[in-house]
Every structure is written in structure tokens, then in C-alpha cells.
């Protein structure tokens, strides 16, 4: 990237989201995306595979985020609190771009080729997750399970913070489903 | 369908694996696979959307079975008791098909855009169980976050059980991934 471009990834998101808000996903190009961003159509695909990766431009730092704090947390923790270590960290990471969230999420409900796109980032954090947790001495396939739970954790907590009629914090609503996944074990 | 081809839709499906398995699934077109059944190309279209769509032919009975199962356990079962029952359904459903799942899992295995398929079939799974726990009087988000649990835990069992290094059946290893959860839940 030259100097002259320095935030030019960002502006090319910026631009994405309120083009595809105005015109609509289908209908906005790579073209359009770079002139208003003021860059060249060369310089988008040197960021971005395509229009519908724009939207999934982070899914690597988060994913990144959630297993350096499954990694890190104490060696003597159980896997339900090193996952609540990682889910907490992406909880805190969100939390403060819920309007940014709620756009994007409204977005990828209505694009069924969006919502493929999100179910490929669930299963490679859940990938990546399992290898955390398996290096943390936790045996497959118990490793795998314990991973896709913990997806299944941070995306109902998201589906409910994405929620107009919701108001309550992404870390709250992660600990509260952390928390129902004890009651289902339960047998009453 | 004309009574000169009853069993026109599982002869399509036998044609579409043997010829995805010799020549490839990209190489396939649905004229080749309709000519090998001794069909007629607009047959084909007739049952399925296109060639990626007979490799999940039989993912709406599935699904019906499963939710069937959880809607028909006893009321006073709890939502555990009432998902194990539903995938035990599942299990003894696919247990006499190893093999045939084994090839369908190596072919989805080696296709991104069947990989993405597959993912979608099991969100409309979870989505389904969801509903259905929801009839039974499961509150949301428990619902919704219990079908996902119940999808992983299939799915676990599933990869395990089409490894080829493992002889045990399916019903068996869905239920060991049921009593994993419990160890998940524990905080030890």
C-alpha cells in the first residue's frame, strides 16, 4: 500500500456500506465502491476479493481476538471459562459499533448469498477455536463440540443485541447464554 | 410424474453420485446425469433445482424426523431429553447408510460451494428445532440457542462417524456427544 493511500481499506468500507445501503448490495460494484472512496477499481481488489467481502473485513482480527483470549486464559480454567474468556472478548470488542452491526446484520438477512458468506465465518472461527482449545490439552472430540457451542453462544447473544427492542449490552447477553447452556445440561 | 417413471427421482440421484465420483462433480451437467438414469433432461429439473441440489435430496425428511421426534416426546421430558430423542431419530435414520454418507461427505468435503450448502442445510435445521422447541414451550433465546447446541452435537457425532478409523454407530456417538456438553457445562 503507497503512502498515499494510508486509511484506504477503511474508506473502502465506508464507501461499500453506504452505497450498498442507498442502492442496494446487488446493484453497487467495485467500481462505483472505489470512485467514491476516491481510489482505483485496482486498489479495491487489492484489498478485497470481491463486493461481498467488504463486509466481512474483520472477521480475521475478531477471530484472532477470540482465540488469543481462549489461549491466554489460566491453564487451570475449564474449557466453558477459557471460551467465556474469548467470548467476552469479542463481546467487548462489538459492543461499541452496534449501529454499524445492526446495519451490516440487516443487510446480510436479506442476501442469501451474504448469509452463506456468515455461515463460512461461524465454521472457520469454530475451526479455529477447536485448534485452540485442542492445544490447550482439550481431547477431540470434545474440542470440536466445545467450539461449535461456543459459536452457537456468541451468535444467539448477537442475534439479541442486533435487536431493536434490545438494549442490553453484548457481554451481559454472552454471559446469559453462557449460562442456559448449564441448563440444558441439566435433566431437571 | 408419469407413471412410466416411479422411482425416476432416486434413479437421478444413484446416476448423479456414480458420475460425480468418476468424473468429478464440476465436470458433471445435469444432461449427463439424466441420460446415464435414462431420463430426460427436463426430468432432471423436475426434482431438482440444479446438480449441487441432488446431493441434499433428502435433507427436508431428515429434518422432518427430527423435529417430529421432539414434538412427539413425552410433555414432561425436559429440552434435553426431548432433543436426544429427536437426534437418536436421526441416528437410527442414517446408520444403515455409512458408506453412501462417507462418499457424499468426501465430495462435500472437496467443494467450497457444497461445503456452503451443507452449511445452510443445517441452519435450516437448527431454525426448524427451534420452532419446534418453541411449541413445547422453550422461551427464546433458549430455544434457539438449545437447536443449535442440538445441530453441533449431530454434527460432531456425524464427522466422527463417517471417519473411517471409527467402527461405532452413530446412535452411540450422538449419545456420548450429548453427555459432553454436560462436562462443558460443569465448571469442574
Do not use: C
Not at 487489492?46 to 481476538?65: C, I, P, Q, T
Request: charge should be neutral; charged fraction near 30%.
Amino acid at each position: 500500500m503507497g503512502r498515499w493511500e494510508p486509511h484506504s481499506r477503511r474508506r473502502l468500507e465506508e464507501a461499500a456500506l453506504a452505497l450498498y445501503a442507498r442502492d442496494g448490495f446487488e446493484k453497487t460494484t467495485a467500481a462505483q465502491i472505489a470512485e467514491r472512496a476516491g481510489l482505483t477499481e485496482r486498489t479495491f481488489f487489492r484489498h478485497f476479493g470481491d463486493k461481498r467481502e467488504v463486509l466481512f473485513s474483520n472477521e480475521g482480527a475478531v477471530r484472532e481476538l477470540l482465540v488469543t483470549a481462549v489461549r491466554n486464559a489460566p491453564e487451570a480454567h475449564a474449557p466453558r471459562d477459557a471460551i467465556a474468556a474469548g467470548l467476552q472478548a469479542v463481546g467487548g470488542e462489538l459492543q461499541p459499533r452496534r449501529e454499524a452491526q445492526r446495519r451490516r446484520a440487516a443487510l446480510i438477512a436479506a442476501h442469501p448469498e451474504l448469509q452463506e458468506r456468515e455461515l463460512i465465518k461461524q465454521a472457520s472461527w469454530s475451526a479455529a477455536l477447536a485448534d485452540t482449545l485442542q492445544a490447550r490439552g482439550v481431547a477431540e472430540p470434545a474440542a470440536r463440540l466445545t467450539a461449535k457451542v461456543a459459536i452457537a453462544i456468541v451468535r444467539v447473544a448477537f442475534e439479541r443485541w442486533i435487536d431493536e427492542a434490545n438494549d442490553r449490552d453484548l457481554p451481559h447477553l454472552i454471559a446469559e447464554a453462557l449460562d442456559q447452556i448449564e441448563l440444558f445440561a441439566s435433566r431437571e
